[in-house]
C-alpha cells in the first residue's frame, strides 16, 4: 500500500507563503483524487484542495484564488502553494489519496 509523507509546513507571517508537498512511496498513477485536508484545534477536518487524474482540480471557497494544487505523477508527489497565508488557514495538513490513504499531517501556523 501506498504510503504519504508531508512535508513543508511552519510558521509564516501573515501575507506569507509556504509549498507544502506529499511524497507517495509508490506510483499514484492509479489513483483517482490526490487531496488536501487541514484541521484545525477544535474544528472538524476540512478538505481544501483536490486535483484529480486529469488534471481537473477543486478548492474550498476559503482558499480559492489564495491556494494552486498540482500533482506531478512522474515524481509521485503533489503540492499546495499556500500564498497570502491568513490567521485562520494556522491548521494540521494532510495529505489523502482517495481519501483512503493518510499521510501524517504538517503543522502550518500562521501569526505575526
Known amino acids: 500500500q501506498v504510503q504519504l509523507v508531508e512535508s513543508g509546513g511552519g510558521l509564516v507571517q501573515p501575507g506569507g507563503s509556504l509549498k507544502l508537498s506529499c511524497v507517495a512511496s509508490g506510483s499514484i498513477l492509479n489513483i483517482y483524487w490526490m487531496d488536501w485536508y487541514r484541521q484545525a484545534p477544535g474544528k472538524q477536518r476540512e478538505t481544501v484542495a483536490r486535483?484529480?487524474?486529469?488534471?481537473?482540480?477543486d478548492y474550498a471557497d476559503s482558499v480559492s484564488g489564495r491556494f494552486t494544487i498540482s500533482r506531478d505523477n512522474a515524481k509521485n508527489t503533489v503540492y499546495l502553494q499556500m500564498d497570502n497565508l491568513k490567521p485562520e488557514d494556522t491548521a494540521v495538513y494532510y495529505c489523502a489519496a482517495d481519501a483512503r490513504i493518510w499521510g501524517q499531517g504538517t503543522q502550518v501556523t500562521v501569526s505575526s
Open positions: 486535483v484529480a487524474r486529469s488534471g481537473r482540480t
